[in-house]
């Protein structure tokens, strides 16, 4: 029986979900695509009726991903996203957390497209913990890039090495300790408000 337009859309959208949480779980080596298909719940000979390569399926899985942490961020003040970035629920999470620390160091070596995926999730990002609208003043509007910019990077990082230790060592929820600390420090500090964006309204 032939399916509908909007159901090989939606089957195609199962299948990136999929992908994007298996991808972040066991990195991009880790899972072949006839894994990935039977956890969504089709047959592997449906991929290449979907997708025109593995590549072209990890280029859509990463700007899944990175668009779900995006959404955490969307509307809310930096040190609310950071509060709940550099904690242990999220650094435990990793087939649902963020895509940018689980596979970060796998998209520098795969093709382009992964790579240009990756950059424009991280650009989309940025945008979300920034403030609302651009500042007039180009070099304060590079200045508040910057700041944000920085504290990803320092965010991405911190959660990397806690996840690169042991479950239950006490370096792990240090690390993130730290480097929170450290972050809404920043933020707090003064000019730091230039690149925070507005509280997200009740209700």
């Known amino acids: 029986m032939k399916i509908t337009k909007a159901q090989a859309q939606a089957n195609r959208a199962l299948v990136v979900e999929t992908a994007s949480r298996l991808f972040r779980e066991r990195g991009f080596d880790g899972v072949g695509v006839a894994d990935l298909m039977a956890a969504a719940g089709f047959t592997h000979g449906g991929f290449y009726k979907q997708f025109g390569s593995k590549a072209d399926l990890m280029a859509e899985a990463t700007a899944c991903g990175i668009a779900k942490t995006g959404a955490l961020a969307e509307g809310v003040d930096p040190s609310v996203f950071i509060g709940h970035y550099l904690s242990r629920e999220h650094r435990d999470s990793r087939a649902?957390?963020?895509?940018?620390?689980?596979?970060?160091?796998?998209?520098?070596?795969?093709?382009?497209?992964?790579?240009?995926a990756f950059e424009g999730g991280v650009e989309s990002l940025l945008a979300m913990l920034s403030q609302e609208g651009?500042?007039?003043?180009?070099?304060?509007?590079?200045?508040?890039?910057?700041?944000?910019?920085?504290?990803?990077?320092?965010?991405?990082?911190?959660?990397?090495?806690?996840?690169?230790?042991?479950?239950?060592?006490?370096?792990?929820?240090?690390?993130?300790?730290?480097?929170?600390?450290?972050?809404?420090?920043?933020?707090?500090?003064?000019?730091?408000?230039?690149?925070?964006?507005?509280?997200?309204?009740?209700?």
């Open 96 to 116: 649902t957390g963020c895509t940018m620390a689980a596979l970060g160091a796998d998209v520098a070596r795969q093709p382009d497209s992964v790579r240009v």
């Open 134 to 203: 651009p500042p007039s003043d180009p070099a304060e509007a590079a200045q508040a890039r910057a700041r944000i910019l920085d504290l990803l990077s320092h965010a991405v990082g911190a959660l990397v090495m806690s996840r690169a230790c042991p479950d239950d060592s006490p370096l792990a929820d240090e690390i993130l300790a730290v480097c929170r600390d450290a972050i809404l420090s920043s933020l707090s500090a003064p000019g730091a408000g230039k690149a925070k964006t507005r509280q997200r309204k009740a209700g």
